[in-house]
């Protein structure tokens, strides 16, 4: 690290010319953003807020996909390409699981609906997480000691492979999933409308990110995954199984990817070979827009990048319009990359990143 | 656990060879030409066995098989003629002969078993555009070690740099400068090609250094991903850039793309007096001038690709993908030289992808998908990552394995085993096995630099280094 320190010494002094221009720049920036949800705001109370509504729904969905990245990540150092792959994987099989194995219509009962969903999602989930630590098995496992690109390669390779396993599977074209959540709306306040099929969503996603809070935060294997991303030679010295607990985090990875695909497919309604592509990129987005490495962050960049993909396909007002999402993220992703590697949550650490 | 498996085949088969009455040590005693000669005929023996057996014969094939062996049996690079070592460009010479010639004996060629018949021209005009993009990302990728997943980005720049200015795009201007074969009045910029060419290749490398000096003192992965966001906002931008940001200007005529685009030519002047095409696009042949100006270009881009390699600059790319401390350390400037690198690889890119559109006379957003950042990686990687030969040969075999190669294959699996399997269809699959099988058992590629190999296995100190903090 002391190469780090003398080379940043001399352009410590250039700093200060240029300190005022990006922090201007930057709430110049976020003013006018302010400006135009204020102005939209302002045009429509009600529509905003329904708006804001199905941007919290996306925001959760992005969350338990970028949480499989941020996981990952932090572990291992590797952006796990085939994350988003995964996830659309996980979409699959549950929709599978919910018309096939448990001929769900539109309108069943009540009873049916909550034992298909949870059937569905513990299959998802064990199956995207089994597909996941077997992936890191074979294709990253034996590169653990290779140059850092070779394992991000495969990674590449992977997300093609899980692709094309999906056309295999199910074809090129969309699936489509009925709607079998209750349509019916949970309120409706002055015009703001809030339906059933969004709050299931939310209501799916907070039991599932807080068992991964105390999973990490407060038992010994997670203690264990926290030790080995800080440091695997000292977790390894410490009696720590590194291997183990390595493929125990893509198993859990696996396994948000898993359940972040039932609530796709259910809310969404349709899936396709290509559509994890799409959105692994936004959730990564999310996750290093959060701080990779950080899972409040994670959480926090994925709602965050929910409520803008919201207002930009949905507000009215000199909205960009959904043609240009994918760039609005990537736009993101790149500033949040090149001027705050740390993302809003993490730290700063020695990497720079 | 591989190399006993070698040796316990190679015991075998000597084995086998000494039961004939063949033992080891008599073709030990065969002066080396002699054995060079007889490996040669077996290899052109078993070729043309399986044509016979299990392709389509036809005369020809015993010429390919008298090329092959006239090709391998003598130790052309060891050929000196008055102390000039003229054998090392035997090859290179032989092998650009031969595809020179490939307009004149497509139709005569037998079909090979199992990838059927020899691809057609218009493929080989693709391999051409395609291995120049190789070599381009090569110099990212292959020497300076930089993960670069939305090369696609510069393709797209490149085909609709030819599609703004050899095109009647920009309806309300009039402009033409040495353009070939315009009918009267044509409006719009039409630039000749041969200027197209090189314009397309300095915007690119321009756009180039403007995704790197931002993005250039990343860590490579995040380098990767954020060259990948540029590889999906650059398209994206040509598909709704038909109405850009409202103002009613149509920069890119939106999912529709921009066609017709001009062909090349010489004009009647010179295309009378040097017997060159006047206009492409209306030549008899249009593949063959295609090709032969493909060939051209590649060889420029091979030039080049050699040239810097071994220039100061190419060290210098070398040395920040072994050891970026190292090197930094000992005076190699990092963002420069990685900037260079970025540019001197979009350049080409550019080219190859202005050549591409004047080929198929128009630029479409739906031909710039990451999938196609991804297939040029792939060719790096399968041929080898740093080596020209390597690469050339993964470009060549990956595009015909696209654009024929898999269609073939699958018909005559289906044939031979009655099957119902559409093989294009697993294409990326295909290719995505390719990348992960390579990397994880031949990481230097089929056709290896020693260089890479070396680094590949026995590791480099991987850890960047940032020579700037961020602003």
Known sequence: MATNVSAHAPLRAKRSASSYVLPTAAALLLGLLLLWLGVNFVKGPAYFFTISFIGLTNGAVYALVALGYTLVYGILELINFAHGDLFMLGGMISATMLITVFGLKAHSSTGALVVALLGSLAVAMVACGLINASIEFVAYRPLRGAPRLAPLITAVGMSFILQNVAIAWKGPSYIAIPNVLPTGNVFSIAGVVYTWEKLIVIIVTLPVLFALLWLVLRTRQGKAMRATAQDRDAAAMMGINVNRTISFT??????????????????????????GFSLGLIAFTAAVLGGIGNLPGAVLGAVSI???????????????????????????????????????????????? | MRRRVVQSLSRAWWAGLGAVGLPRERWDALPVTRRRAVKAGLWVAIFLVLVALFGVWKISALAVGAVIFVLLAPAWDRLTIRGWRIGKWFAPAAVIAIVAAYPYYVNSMPEVPLFGPFPQLS???????????????????GYAGLLDLGYVAFYAMGAYMAGWFASSQFSKQHLNIGAIGLYPGATGFHFSIWLVLPMAGIATAVVGVLIGLPTLRLRGDYLAIVTLGFGEILPQIARNGDNLFGTGFNLTNGTGGITPIDGPGFGNWLGHHLHLPANFLTAGDLDSVFLWTGIVLVLITVFCSARLRDSRLGRAWIAIREDEVAAAAMGVPLMRTKTWAYATGAFFGGVAGAYYA??????????FFFQISVFILAMVILGGMGNIWGVIFGACFLTYLDREGLSNIGTQINNSFGTNLDVPKYEFGIFGIIIVVVMLFRPEGLIPSSRRAAELHEGVHDEPLYDAEIA
């Open chain 2, 358 to 367: 004047s080929y198929k006379s128009g630029a479409f957003p739906d031909d």
């Open chain 1, 306 to 353: 929910g409520f803008i993909q919201a207002y930009n396909d949905g507000l009215t007002w000199h909205a960009p319009g959904s043609d240009w999402t994918q760039s609005i993220v990537f736009a993101i992703l790149i500033l949040i990359l090149v001027f705050r590697p740390e993302g809003l949550l993490g730290e700063r650490t020695p990497e720079g990143a």
């Open chain 1, 250 to 275: 893509f198993l859990i990875a696996g396994g948000l990817a898993g359940a972040a695909g039932l609530l796709y497919a259910l809310y969404f309604g349709q899936v396709r070979y290509d559509t």
């Open chain 2, 123 to 141: 493929t080989l005009v693709v391999m051409t555009i395609f291995t120049m993009m190789a070599l381009g990302l090569n110099f990212v990728v």
